[in-house]
């Protein structure tokens, strides 16, 4: 399976580094070349060297998108740090590429049930920790 991760945050380097050891073929996408570094770190090899890919560009200029290999994606994971970035790259995923999986970070909760709504796979950290807190403090 062909994966494309957007960010290279904690994240995005997580599921890549997670996905490439269970076999899939694993492109990163970063703004930041220096994010690169997170793929390395921990590893007995380098990135690309374990079979993995990473292109530097901004995730919503399509050519960088098709670089990545958008075009071959079986998955599409939007995990940078921004909302706003994440919600439209993941629409752009779904919409004009037709990749069959998309996961999206989202942070709102309300933008992600709603996101949720339109067919996308939200996931939303800060509803697990509200879910937690309060399951806390109610109990």
């Not at 990135?47 to 050519?63: C, H, M, N, Y």
């Not at 079986?74 to 919409?95: E, K, M, P």
């Not at 990749?99 to 709102?108: L, Q, S």
Request: glycine letters at 8%; proline letters at 2%.
């Amino acid at each position: 399976m062909f994966i494309l991760i957007v960010g290279s945050g904690r994240v995005g380097s997580a599921v890549a580094k997670r996905a490439l050891d269970a076999g899939h073929e694993v492109s990163v996408l970063d703004s930041d070349p220096l994010s690169h570094e997170r793929l390395d770190k921990d590893q007995m090899t380098t990135w690309e060297d374990a079979g993995g890919r990473f292109t530097v560009s901004t995730a919503l200029e399509i050519d960088g998108l098709i670089e990545a290999g958008i075009e071959q994606a079986d998955v599409f994971v939007a995990a940078t740090s921004g909302d706003n970035t994440n919600l439209v790259i993941a629409q752009i995923a779904q919409r004009r590429f037709k990749v069959k999986r998309v996961v999206v970070r989202v942070a709102d909760p309300a933008r992600a049930s709603w996101y949720a709504e339109q067919g996308l796979l939200t996931i939303c950290p800060t509803q697990v920790a509200i879910d937690e807190a309060s399951r806390v403090v109610l109990a």
